[in-house]
């Protein structure tokens, strides 16, 4: 192989790679994929102490999103520590009210028990997650549109 067949079959290749780039680029964007509560690079679902298990943790994963959000975007959006965990608490309990059962006193004592573990969640981020404010508020990607929804 001569080296100007070489250097052409490397440009060939990097642009084959560049035109790759640009098609997944196209196709993301067609296709409407982007970010939401539960698909970014910014949340990190339910934390709890290594060694402790709580029930409902993987239920509650989208509140737990959408709080870890609340407190990175908080000032962008000019909410307070306390209004980003009143809001967990009722996205905790919004997806207790969906839960099911066997009969009515099946779903009843899933819901109530669910509850209680969203109040125990909730103190929980109240007395120990002023820490998990600092340094945080002012993100850049908090005015991106799929954030405003996590809000909520």
């Given at each position: 192989?001569t080296l100007?067949?070489t250097?052409e079959?490397?440009?060939m290749k990097?642009?084959l790679?560049?035109?790759?780039?640009?098609?997944?680029i196209v196709?993301?964007?067609q296709l409407g994929?982007?970010?939401?509560c539960?698909?970014n690079?910014?949340?990190?679902?339910?934390s709890?102490?290594?060694?402790i298990?709580i029930?409902?943790?993987g239920?509650?994963?989208?509140a737990?999103?959408?709080h870890d959000?609340?407190y990175?975007c908080m000032k962008?959006?000019g909410?307070?520590?306390?209004q980003?965990?009143?809001?967990?608490?009722?996205?905790m309990?919004g997806?207790?009210?969906t839960?099911?059962g066997?009969?009515?006193?099946?779903?009843?004592?899933?819901?109530?028990?669910c509850?209680?573990?969203?109040d125990i969640y909730?103190?929980a981020?109240?007395v120990?997650g002023?820490?998990a404010?600092?340094?945080r508020?002012?993100?850049?990607w908090c005015?991106?549109?799929?954030?405003?929804?996590c809000?909520?």
């Amino acid at each position: 192989m001569t080296l100007a067949s070489t250097v052409e079959t490397k440009t060939m290749k990097v642009q084959l790679l560049v035109l790759c780039m640009m098609s997944l680029i196209v196709v993301t964007k067609q296709l409407g994929i982007s970010f939401t509560c539960d698909r970014n690079t910014y949340t990190d679902g339910c934390s709890v102490p290594k060694g402790i298990k709580i029930e409902f943790k993987g239920r509650f994963k989208p509140a737990c999103n959408k709080h870890d959000i609340c407190y990175s975007c908080m000032k962008t959006f000019g909410l307070s520590r306390l209004q980003c965990d009143q809001r967990f608490k009722k996205n905790m309990k919004g997806i207790c009210n969906t839960l099911g059962g066997k009969n009515f006193l099946d779903k009843f004592l899933k819901r109530e028990s669910c509850k209680t573990h969203a109040d125990i969640y909730y103190v929980a981020v109240r007395v120990g997650g002023a820490s998990a404010t600092k340094n945080r508020g002012r993100s850049r990607w908090c005015r991106q549109k799929w954030v405003k929804p996590c809000m909520q």
